[in-house]
């Protein structure tokens, strides 16, 4: 790219900008955000710095889109609230919030008032209305329906080195932090996975799922190999 061709893409991106600032859109620092030319953004939102804003993405009214957020054909609903997070080709309905730090791959689909916190990987998987994970978990080729808790830790385990599998997480489903759903697995609704459970098998409605070892407690084991001790 030649200077010339810089400043020109540089003075096209400042008028967008301009333009929607018009319309009703406010940003923090408008030298450290960059807009393609067929974005849309809804009044009232904010765009914070250093945001890019890619392809067909589209934006509601009244949103946040904190600073090192990347969109690329991503469509929000209104009232969305994105931090430091990456959202490719993928849906977030109205009042949801992302990140921060999370990354929501394409295919996604993410409804109403949903948490999708730091460290939250989505791919290819959706999210009933309601549903939250707030950090450290990958759902990956999931239908998770609504009001479901999905712990910390938690792995959908969808490959098992030739083919990927997918699961199904019926509404008001708990799942327990550091647990394995094996694809391809359906939980039904209202049932429990307990925490640090790895689940292989279908659960029914209502159930308690528990697949971990029992703990055994050796007295006086460590008394004697406690290096740390002086």
Not at 153 to 163: E, K, L
Request: hydrophobic content about 35%.
């Amino acid at each position: 790219m030649t200077i010339n061709e810089y400043n020109r893409k540089k003075e096209a991106n400042m008028q967008r900008i301009s333009d929607f600032m018009e319309a009703g859109v406010d940003f923090i620092d408008i030298d450290s955000v960059y807009i393609d030319e067929n974005v849309k953004i809804g009044k009232g939102t904010l765009i914070g710095p250093c945001v890019q804003l890619q392809g067909e993405t589209v934006i509601g009214e009244n949103c946040s889109i904190g600073q090192n957020s990347r969109l690329s054909d991503a469509v929000l609903g209104s009232g969305v609230n994105v931090e430091s997070a990456v959202i490719l080709d993928s849906m977030v309905d109205d009042g949801s919030s992302v990140g921060p730090f999370a990354y929501i791959r394409p295919g996604s689909k993410v409804g109403k008032n949903c948490k999708v916190g730091d460290f939250v990987e989505l791919k290819n998987a959706t999210f009933g209305d309601g549903t939250k994970s707030a950090h450290l978990t990958y759902i990956g080729d999931a239908d998770v329906g609504e009001n479901v808790n999905i712990g910390c830790g938690v792995v959908f385990v969808n490959y098992d080195g030739t083919n990927k599998y997918r699961s199904t997480i019926e509404d008001g489903v708990f799942i327990g932090c550091n647990s394995n759903m094996v694809s391809p697995v359906k939980v039904e609704k209202g049932s429990y996975i307990a925490a640090g459970t790895t689940v292989t098998e279908d659960v029914p409605e209502d159930a308690l799922c528990i697949g971990r070892s029992r703990q055994k407690v050796v007295k006086e084991w460590a008394k004697d190999r406690a290096l740390y001790r002086k």
